[in-house]
C-alpha cells in the first residue's frame, strides 16, 4: 500500500518561501504520477502541480506558475515542492496525492488519485 506523508508547511510573510516535501513508502516514486492539492478555507480543493511517473514531464497550474517548482527526488523516494514569492491566496492545507495509470488529460483531476496524505499547513501573511 502506498502511504504519503507531507512535511514543510508553515507561516511566512508575503514574498518569502517554503519547501514541501511528500515522502512516500509502498512504491518506486518514479513509477508513480504524483501531484499537489490545496484547499482554502471555504474553498474547493484545486491542483497546483503534478510529475508524471516515468519522466513524464511537470505540470502546474497558471497561480503558481513561475514560482513554484516540483520535483522527485529518486534516491530519497520523495517528491518535492519549492514555493517561492508567496502571496496571502497561497494559504492553504497542501495535500500529496499519488496514482499510477493517470493520463495527461487527468492529472489535474483530484478523483484519478488513490492516495493521500494528510496535508501540511502553510500560512501566508500580508
Known amino acids: 500500500q502506498v502511504r504519503l506523508v507531507e512535511s514543510g508547511g508553515g507561516l511566512v510573510q508575503t514574498g518569502g518561501s517554503l519547501r514541501l516535501s511528500c515522502e512516500i513508502s509502498g512504491r518506486t516514486v518514479n513509477a508513480l504520477t504524483v501531484a499537489w492539492f490545496r484547499q482554502a478555507p471555504g474553498k474547493e480543493r484545486e491542483f497546483v502541480a503534478a510529475i508524471r511517473r516515468f519522466g513524464g514531464g511537470t505540470y502546474y497550474s497558471d497561480s503558481v506558475k513561475g514560482r513554484f517548482t516540483m520535483s522527485r527526488e529518486n534516491a530519497k523516494n520523495t517528491v518535492t515542492l519549492e514555493m517561492n514569492n508567496l502571496i496571502p491566496e497561497d494559504t492553504a492545507v497542501y495535500h500529496c496525492?499519488?496514482?499510477?495509470?493517470?493520463?495527461?488529460?487527468?492529472?489535474?483531476?483530484?478523483?484519478?488519485?488513490?492516495?493521500w496524505g494528510q496535508g501540511t499547513r502553510v500560512t501566508v501573511s500580508s
Open positions: 496525492a499519488a496514482g499510477e495509470s493517470i493520463i495527461l488529460s487527468s492529472i489535474r483531476g483530484d478523483q484519478h488519485y488513490a492516495n
